[in-house]
């Protein structure tokens, strides 16, 4: 998720550049059709962004995510409670090919065994939550921002966390940068997503503590995602994580 400004294409480019994932090591045997439904409306609707400049400007002007509009009763009596409905519709809006495509290439990679494990329906709900709960924790920790905010981060960062409690280990293959060389490695996916989570951890924290106010990545809906993800997995498929403890497909 990103806060939409001019800053926000090189803080991608670095974010990405530190790990990118290839695939995943257990096979689904049904066809996800709500993550690739999700995909598909994504990309549909940042190309629309793209095909016309004016109407990509309408769509962030009036569906992305306002902290401070979220929070103000003044806001909801104006426009009968749509920054509510922002809290949602700024989830499959995207700031650059970079942005849109680094979200959906976890979401497919990571999204089909969540929904074959949880259901169809129930990965849908699940993927719903995860949007409202990461941005809203976004907006409480920028109570006061005007700043519109805009990405399925949040959303894709649940699902991650879904992943990592239902598939601890399955098998990732990534490549990893080393110096000048760029291997692909395969690591479980509890030490894969363990470290992304640190490394929004560690990124949420640092303009705490260096009180630093120009970050462009809104790290704690990706955080808070992560952490929505984990517990609704727990709440949706406790079977699923059984079977897994137990080594089970």
Request: proline letters at 6%; a positive charge; glycine letters at 10%.
């Amino acid at each position: 998720m990103l806060l939409s400004n001019r800053r926000r294409r090189g803080t991608l480019r670095r974010e990405l550049a530190l790990v990118l994932p290839l695939r995943d090591s257990p096979a689904v045997r049904r066809r996800p059709w709500v993550n690739w439904a999700l995909i598909a409306l994504n990309l549909f609707i940042f190309l629309v962004e793209m095909a016309s400049p004016a109407t990509g400007q309408w769509l962030i002007g009036t569906c992305a995510l306002r902290p401070a509009a979220l929070l103000s009763p003044e806001a909801w009596a104006a426009t009968g409670g749509w920054p509510l409905v922002t809290l949602f519709t700024s989830a499959f809006l995207h700031g650059s090919w970079g942005h849109v495509l680094g979200n959906m290439l976890y979401l497919w990679i990571f999204g089909d065994n969540l929904e074959e494990r949880l259901g169809h329906g129930r990965y849908l709900l699940f993927y719903g939550i995860c949007i409202g709960l990461a941005n809203l924790a976004h907006a409480v920790a920028n109570p006061t921002s005007p700043i519109p905010t805009i990405g399925a981060s949040g959303a894709v960062a649940g699902v991650l966390g879904g992943y990592i409690l239902c598939f601890p280990r399955a098998r990732v293959l990534a490549l990893v940068p080393i110096g000048a060389f760029v291997p692909a490695v395969r690591v479980p996916a509890w030490v894969f997503l363990g470290l992304w989570f640190l490394v929004q951890l560690a990124s949420g924290l640092a303009p705490i503590w260096l009180h630093d106010l120009t970050q462009t990545v809104a790290f704690w809906a990706h955080i808070s995602g992560f952490l929505s993800g984990v517990a609704l997995a727990q709440l949706l498929a406790p079977e699923g994580i059984q079977a897994e403890n137990r080594g089970e497909r």
